[in-house]
Structure formats: structure tokens, C-alpha cells
């Protein structure tokens, strides 16, 4: 089963006088948009190869069925007798009805409907039933099977919301209210297992309205929580669950799939999020890092933090395996496709661009990018147990830990001394900070170096963990991600300086002595390979070559990088010594269902089969490519929707 690269449009037309909506396929949006009406909408579809997508074809009497999600293969197999049927068309798109079917209303083609319908009511997969003469919809009929019932957590969520009294979250509140009813209740008639995660994420809700009525979180940072979180409920339900029944009333605000929506897209993205969830995530690596507090033996001494590299091999999962953790669930992220956010995240949400829906698999837009966003959350949940907060008794404990001769007494002060220590040489490198002003001047250091020292803190986890330390797959990765991103030219020197720390990370066990020209020259070497052919005006890379040429020309330059350089590896090895561990890493990228090449069972660019996905990490990197078609993209989306398999929880 073959996938055209070639794409067409399926359009929806009003027609004079708003009476009645005309169908077609187009092999281009310019002739969609020739005719388009205040009420057009539009999604792209691709037509599987041997089937017939002519536009001449949906004259006469037609039946247009829209069945999913599925995974199409599964289809194709279950169907006697569909391989071969003449006169009939088949296209995959990216919403959650992904497969389209034209059939000509004749005796064998009410046959087949009959087969597929009853196929779908079998399996409970959702669909729906265009009847059309001439292009022009004469009859409407759908069907979903709804896999639960969200209204007790619905009415727990709104009688909690009804007890809170402050005005100036009231909104908000509400907005949150129907924002996960929605989700919830469409998830329940489309997919199932999103309708799984939507009803846990309802639940932590729950909760956290409980904590703030019970004064346990401030109304400034419930209120960010609500924004974050209602945005991105909004941009999942509108995306995931626009074009689905009645397809007639759902339209998408992602205008390109206003007609069928982005739903296979959408649990693609949440599948992939939630794999990593599913190892990194039940790990519980922030609560591990607090149970560090209890090991009191072979306490590294201030000296050894920085230059033992013996310390490189402490193993957090290892150290923390039998501990008692909390069993508490993992909360699914809120995952979207947002053109304004691109690649971001919240501690309880995670949005790709847009565009990776069409390049997904493209080296400047690709969803592998995501693991630095949620690298971004491991690590803010780790500096809750790290700190410190701005209050004073987190001031005091960090002053206590900043004293030139102090020794910390078990595994989790070692790991804040570090981050202190990292907070105060960046300083150092940059002013003439003396000794006795540290104490007061505290506050202003994290204040100041909060954020450079969190991205420091990220990169490395996600060059450790995600790219396996490999300096060649993380560089280019990076850069080719920056490239694409329009107007941060001057920001190219101090994503210099985090791809310098990262790569320094794959040599802390030699000598300092030259550890930074080291790090020079490897990333010279690596920039020096990448092409990105996105706008040669603009390219990041040709600049970031500049920088080093010139810090290599002038003496007291590199002097200045070369401190700065020293004082962030101080949070490279914090994120080595006590975030990382090789036994976890090695899970991340366990495959189940490794086959060898050539058992014919193996995934091949655009030919779907039902053959599962133990992996996705290695499944995205494997289709990494520089300019990948947009059928392409949409079947890596695809088999990431529908062929990866959970693996069994993590195993404390």
C-alpha cells in the first residue's frame, strides 16, 4: 500500500444561495481558491497509488466515506475485495477521519460501503456517510462510539471552580471549565485513548483548583497555569477535533485543513510526547534528586564537584532504585501545533510549529525538536528540589552553601552547591564580584542568571539523553532548528556558547588544560559540515563560523569565552552527575519490535503496513532528511498515530 507524493485538495463549496454544499478534488489550491466562497473549506489529501483520484470521477451518483482515525493498511487488509475494486478512490489525510473513500453508487459499489461501514461499526471506529449527485451533498449520516463518560469529572471540576471567590481568576476559571469539557467530551467520540489522557488531565486540574482553594498556590501563578493551560486545551480540541461528525459543522482554524482538521497529526505528536513521558516521566527523576538529601556517603568536596571525573559515573537511578517514590500518576502534557508558540512548553503543556505538520521529518522543522522542550520541564521540575526561590530562607541556604569552605553533607546540597558555584563564576567572568559581596548580591546573580543557566542546564540533558551524546547528531540538529527561525542573528553568540558547554560534555574526563579549544575545534569542524539552505542572507551557521574565527584571531576574546565557558560546565556536570543516569538513557531508546532490514515487515517511506513502532525516537531520526515531501511527513505522522506501541512502565 503506496502513498503519491503528489498533492490534491479536497474542497468544500457553498453553493448560490447557501442551499447546498458542492464537493471536489483539486490538484491545486490556486483552483480551490478560484472558487472559493465565504463558507469554502479546504484540506490536502494524498491519493493512494492503483486507485483512481481522477476529479471527472465524483460526477454522477457518488458515496464519500471518512473513516478514523485508522491506520490505513488495517483497512485495506480487512476489506475483501477494496484492492481491486475499480472506479474507486482512496486518500489519506492528516485529520482524524484519515481516510477518505469515493465509491460510485452503484450495486457493487453499496456492496463495498455496506462492507466498509460494517467493518467500522466492528471495530468502532468512527465515520461518516456523504451521499453526492453531481458533486452536490443530497444526504448526510455518522456514527461514533463514545468509550466513556466525562461528567463526573466535569461536575467535580465546575463545583470546585464554583468554590473559589477571586475575582480576578473568575474568568479564567470558567474559560478552564469549558475548555476541558470540550476536550474531553469530543475526545470521548473520536479516539479513545485521547479521551484517556484528556480525562487525567481533567483530573490534575481538579486537583489544582483544590490546592489553590486551599491557599496551597498563589493566585498570580494559578493564573499563569489557567492561561497556559486553557490556550493550549483551546488550540488541541479546535485542531484535533475539527473535522470530525458532523464534518459539515466542525470547521478547523488552521485554514489549510479547515475541512478535515489535523486529528491524526495531533495524537502523533501526543504519542510521541507521551512515549518519552512514559519512561523519563514514571523515572521520577526531580523526586529522586530529593531522596539524594538521605545518601550521605562519598560526599563529593567542592574540588571534587568541578575536576573528579570519577563523579561522572554516579548514577542517580542507580544510586535511588529502591527508594520509596511517590505513586502518584503522571500527568499528561497538553500537546498542540501552534504557528506563534513553534516549539515551547509549559510544566503542564507542549506545542510544535505548524509547519511540522507538512516537514516533520525535515532537519529544519523536524518533531524530534521537542525533546528540548521537554527537557525544559524535567529541568524547571528539578530546580524545585535545586532551587533556589527568591525567599529569603532559600537565600539563606544558598549563602549557607556559597561559603568558601563549605562541605556539603549529602548528595543533594553537593548538587545545589554546584548550581551555586555555576551562578557565581558566571558572574565572575563578567564583573569583578569580590568575596565578601557575595552574600548580599545573591538575589541579583539568579535573578540575572536564571535563564542562561536553565538553557545551560537543557541543553545538556537533551544532548545527553535524547541525541545519546552524540556531538555530530545534536549540532546539526540544533542549528538547522535555529536556522529556521527568523530574526535571532543576534542571539547566534550565546547559542555559540550553549552548543560549546554541550559538546564539552562528551569531554570532561581529560585535562581542563585546553579543554575549551578543544570544544572550539570540535564545534568548528561540526558547524562546518551544515548547509542549511533556508536564506543564505540570514544564515546562522556562516555567522556563528565568524564568531569562532574571531575569538580565535583576538587573544583577549578568547580569554572572556574562555571564562564564560568554564563557569557554565559547572551545570554540565550537574546535569551529568546527578540528572543523569545510563540505565534510563538506555531505556529511552529500548525497542521491542527491532527487526533487521529485510524481513519485509520493516517501515519504507510512504508504504503503510500494520508492523508496530517500539520506538519513536529512533523511528523520527531514521527519516530525518533535508527537503522531505509533504506525503512524506504525513506518513511518519501517520505511524507515529497508529503503529507505536506502548512499552510496559518504567520498572523502579
Known sequence: MLLESRTSYLALHDQTGGQSRRVEVAESLAAVVHKWTAGSRVSPIWLIKGFDGASTSFSGKQFLLFLGPVQPAALLA???????????????????????????????????????????????????????????????????????????????????????????????????????ATSLMRAATAYPLIFSKMHAIAEAACAQVEAYNDDKIGV???????????????????????????ILATECHFWIHSLLGTGSANIALANLVDSIQQVLGEARLPERLGLLEGKTSDV?????????????????????????????PIVPLVTYFSGRDGFSSRLATLSAPLATLAECNSFRSNLLTVTHEISHIFVQSALSFLGPSLNEEDMNLARTVAKPHFQAANHLEAARQ?????????????????????????????????????????????????????????????????CAIPGISNRVPEYLMRTLCTVA???????????????????????SDITPN????????????????????????????????FARLYLVRLVKIYLFSELLAARLFSDPYARPSGTGDEKRKLSYNTAPLGNALIFLKDQLKENPSEAESLWVLHCLAFDLRRVPGFVK
Open 418 to 482: 554546584l548550581l551555586v558555584e555555576a551562578v557565581i563564576a558566571m558572574e565572575l567572568a563578567r564583573t569583578d564580584l569580590q568575596s565578601d559581596q557575595v552574600d548580599n548580591k545573591l538575589p541579583e546573580l539568579f535573578e540575572r542568571w536564571r535563564d542562561e543557566m536553565q538553557e545551560i542546564l537543557v541543553h545538556a540533558f537533551d544532548f545527553l539523553y535524547f541525541h545519546q551524546g552524540d556531538p555530530t547528531f545534536y549540532v546539526t540538529s540544533i542549528w538547522h532548528s535555529w
Open 78 to 180: 480487512s476489506i475483501e475485495g477494496l484492492a481491486t475494486a475499480g472506479h474507486v478512490g482512496i486518500w489519506l489525510t492528516a485529520g482524524c477521519f484519515n481516510v477518505v473513500l469515493r465509491i460510485a453508487d452503484s450495486r457493487p459499489g453499496k456492496s463495498l460501503v455496506r462492507s466498509l461501514l460494517k467493518w467500522a461499526a466492528d471495530e468502532k471506529i468512527p465515520h461518516e456517510q456523504w451521499t453526492l449527485s453531481d458533486c452536490i451533498i443530497t444526504k448526510t449520516a455518522h456514527r461514533a462510539y463514545a468509550e466513556g463518560s466525562g461528567h463526573n469529572v466535569i461536575d467535580k471540576l465546575a463545583k470546585s471552580v464554583a468554590q473559589t471567590t477571586s475575582p480576578v481568576l473568575h474568568s479564567a476559571f470558567e474559560e478552564n471549565v469549558v475548555a476541558t
Open 505 to 527: 560534555a562528551t569531554l570532561l574526563t581529560g585535562s581542563s588544560k585546553g579543554l575549551f579549544q578543544a570544544a572550539l575545534a570540535s564545534t568548528k569542524a561540526l558547524l
Open 220 to 246: 498570580l501563578d494559578m493564573q499563569s497555569r489557567l492561561l497556559s493551560m486553557n490556550a493550549a486545551l483551546s488550540r488541541f480540541s479546535s485542531q484535533a477535533f475539527s473535522g470530525i461528525s458532523p
Open 534 to 565: 533556508i536564506d543564505p542572507s540570514s544564515n546562522y551557521v556562516e555567522q556563528a563560523l565568524r564568531l569562532i574565527d574571531r575569538i580565535d584571531r583576538d587573544q583577549s576574546n578568547f580569554k572572556q569565552m574562555e571564562k564564560d565557558f
Open 300 to 328: 563529593p568536596s567542592k574540588i571534587e564537584l568541578v575536576t573528579d571525573s570519577s563523579l561522572l559515573d554516579f548514577d542517580i537511578m542507580s544510586m535511588t532504585g529502591h527508594d520509596v517514590i511517590s505513586s502518584s
